[in-house]
Structures are given as structure tokens and as C-alpha cells.
């Protein structure tokens, strides 16, 4: 089946410009994450949406960044007035419901946005 | 102290060889432990979950010791296809599946 998808591949944009990526993720899959991954760095966690539950913002760097998940599938993360250390690759992952009591379920990447910020 | 370190890459050995890297982590309550593969310019992908006990698959075998706070991945007979760079992945305790990622460690297997 299809897995987790991302748009666009590339974006180079100018300090300053918002910018919007958007991530389609894999069918039936109800919890889905934002990741970015500067070079040479581990991934870094943003944002987390579970079904209908509130999202759990707390990888947000700052106030610029936002996102939405509408219908409980799409998301889109939106940079406003990006800066040039915003430059790096944002990751877009799901997976099956997650659980408590420590079990889990895998997530799936997508391929990632390259955001380049002049 | 960074949530998770990992031996600093990269590695660098002939095919055949056997190779190991680790991995520690800073939070005691964390219950969940991975090894992903990342190739060059794409996206993670999990190679392995890590168990208390030990597990096998094929020619990669990872270990846990809680106590340490220790995860260690051992490649055996590498072969050119296992030139990547491997994340060392812990989950957030908080009952759901964040997971914090370390910075890598590169292998490239050389002819």
C-alpha cells in the first residue's frame, strides 16, 4: 500500500516568507508526528496529533511554527517569517493507534521536505 | 547531557567484518528501545526493536542492559548494502510513541 507521503520535496524560500509543508499519511493510521532533522543531527520531535485529542506541541521551537491535522488525516506545518536556522529536513511519520503502558507501534517516515531558507 | 548519545562515526570496514555500536540513554523510566537505519538523503526506517533479553535478525543482534542504561547494535559479515548511518531510538515515557532519536552513528563498509 501507499506509505507516508510528503510535499514538496524541496522548498527554498526567502528569511522572511512563511512557508507551508504538508504531509499525507499512511491510510488508517491515526497518530501522526513532525520531525526535523538538521545535518549532522539526530531527529528532533515538534508536534504529535492522536486522533481527536489535543496535539502535544511541546518540540515546537518557537511560536513561528504551528500545525494542523484536518479530518484526522492530512497535517500541515506551517513556519511563519522563517529564518535561515530553520534550514533543515522536516519528517512527517504515522503510525496505528498508540497505546499506554509503554507498548508501541511503529512509525513510518515519509521522505521528507528539504527547506532551504536563504 | 544529551537524551541519548551514540558512539561519534564514522566507522569505516572491509566487507566481512564484524562491527558494533552503542548507544546510552539518560532516562531511567524509558521502556521502549529501537535501532532505525538511515540511508544517505533518506527518510528512517526501523531496523530492530531492542529487548531486555537480547534478540537476533540474521547477522544483527541487539542488546539492553537497563541497569547501564546501554544499547548496543552488532553487525556481523557486513556487507556493502549495510553502509548507513544507524539511530539509537528511545521512547518518551508518557504512555505513547515519541521517541527521541540519537545523532547517528555512520558505517561505511568498504571492498
Known amino acids: 500500500g501507499a506509505g507516508v507521503s510528503q510535499s514538496p520535496s524541496n522548498k527554498v524560500t526567502e528569511k522572511g516568507k512563511d512557508v507551508e509543508l504538508r504531509c499525507d499519511p499512511i491510510s488508517g493510521h491515526t497518530a501522526l508526528y513532525w520531525y526535523r532533522q538538521s545535518l549532522g543531527q539526530g531527529l528532533e520531535f515538534l508536534i504529535y496529533f492522536q486522533g481527536n485529542s489535543a496535539p502535544d506541541k511541546s518540540g515546537l521551537p518557537s511560536d513561528r511554527f504551528s500545525a494542523e491535522r484536518t479530518g484526522g488525516s492530512v497535517s500541515t506545518l506551517t513556519i511563519q517569517r522563517t529564518q535561515q536556522e530553520d534550514s533543515a529536513v522536516y519528517l512527517c511519520a504515522s503510525s496505528l493507534r498508540t497505546s499506554g503502558g509503554g507498548s508501541y507501534n511503529e512509525q513510518f517516515f515519509g521522505p521528507g521536505t528539504r527547506l532551504t531558507v536563504l | 547531557r544529551k537524551e541519548v548519545e551514540q558512539d561519534p562515526g564514522p566507522f569505516n570496514v572491509p566487507e566481512g567484518a564484524t562491527v558494533a555500536f552503542n548507544c546510552t540513554y539518560s532516562n531511567s523510566a524509558s521502556q521502549s528501545f529501537f535501532w532505525y537505519r538511515q540511508d544517505c538523503r533518506k527518510e528512517p526506517k526501523l531496523l530492530m526493536s531492542?529487548?531486555?533479553s537480547g534478540n537476533e535478525d540474521g547477522r544483527f543482534t541487539a542488546q539492553l542492559n537497563r541497569a547501564s542504561q546501554y544499547i548496543s547494535l552488532l553487525i556481523r559479515d557486513s556487507k556493502l548494502s549495510d553502509s548507513a548511518t544507524y539511530l539509537c531510538?528511545?521512547?518518551?515515557?508518557?504512555?505513547?510513541?515519541?521517541?527521541?532519536f540519537g545523532a547517528g552513528t555512520r558505517l561505511a563498509v568498504h571492498p
Open positions: 531510538v528511545v521512547n518518551a515515557p508518557g504512555g505513547y510513541n515519541k521517541l527521541i
Open positions: 531492542v529487548y531486555s
